[in-house]
């Protein structure tokens, strides 16, 4: 199947630092990706959808000016979360839909990060 | 968004079927329903999906009933690797080619040696 990588696989930053987070799509190009995070023994949640050049769309009750989301190509998709805090720390991951309508969502290896 | 109803666990022996049931009465007529599975800690992996009819690949098979209120996703032949937590999923259109996949909080399947 289509391959996601996400990096860094593990970051630990201070509070009130800014952290990047990576998806790529390595074998395909994705004009649509997503981002969820998942917080311990919960399900993942849909944070936003990211649409190559042009603005992400966020869930509600997601803050865009915390949490950036670039993607400017095809292939790749970032996720800034911006001054982070403790509640911030989570496992955060990205996938990628394979062209078309009926497309396959890929997910990649997840982001955990921990904010001290 | 339509919902979906799992077990919140289920186990099975090593090496017989397990059969992993979803209720998702709500769906309307173009959603199309998802399994993917979350081993702990990695991110989520897809597994089938189908819109009526039933469908097989080299992992699983995914049984829709003919009102499509239900699915059931069967692992023929389950093993230790397989423990993982099940999501059904109904992908909710969003108008042109984008959809969005809503998690639910899935299914802990845990195979036993």
């Known amino acids: 199947g289509a391959v996601v990588s996400q990096h860094p696989s593990r970051v630990i930053c201070k509070s009130g630092t800014s952290v990047k987070i990576e998806c790529r799509s390595l074998d395909f190009q994705a004009t649509t990706m997503f981002w969820y995070r998942q917080f311990p023994k919960q399900s993942l949640m849909l944070m936003a959808t990211s649409n190559e050049g042009s603005k992400a769309t966020y869930e509600q009750g997601v803050e865009k000016d915390k949490f950036l989301i670039n993607h400017a190509s095809l292939t790749l998709s970032t996720l800034t979360v911006t001054s982070a805090h403790p509640e911030d720390s989570s496992f955060y991951i990205c996938?990628?839909?394979?062209?078309?309508?009926?497309?396959?969502?890929?997910f990649g290896e997840g982001s955990r990060l921990t904010v001290l | 968004d339509a919902k979906t109803t799992q077990p919140p666990s289920m186990d099975c022996a090593e090496g017989r079927a397990a059969n992993l049931p979803c209720n998702h009465s709500t769906i309307s007529g173009n959603e199309y329903v998802y399994w993917y599975r979350q081993i702990h800690s990695q991110g989520p992996q897809y597994i089938i999906h189908?819109?009526?009819n039933n469908e097989t690949n080299e992992m699983a098979s995914l049984i829709i009933t003919e009102d499509r209120k239900s699915s059931t996703l069967i692992l023929p032949h389950a093993t230790l690797r397989d423990t993982a937590v099940y999501y059904c999923?109904?992908?909710?259109?969003?108008?042109?080619?984008?959809?969005?996949?809503?998690f639910g909080k899935g299914t802990l399947l845990t195979v036993n040696p």
């Open positions: 189908g819109l009526k």
């Open positions: 996938s990628a839909r394979q062209g078309g309508s009926t497309g396959e969502l890929f």
């Open positions: 999923i109904v992908r909710v259109e969003r108008g042109g080619s984008n959809y969005k996949l809503t």
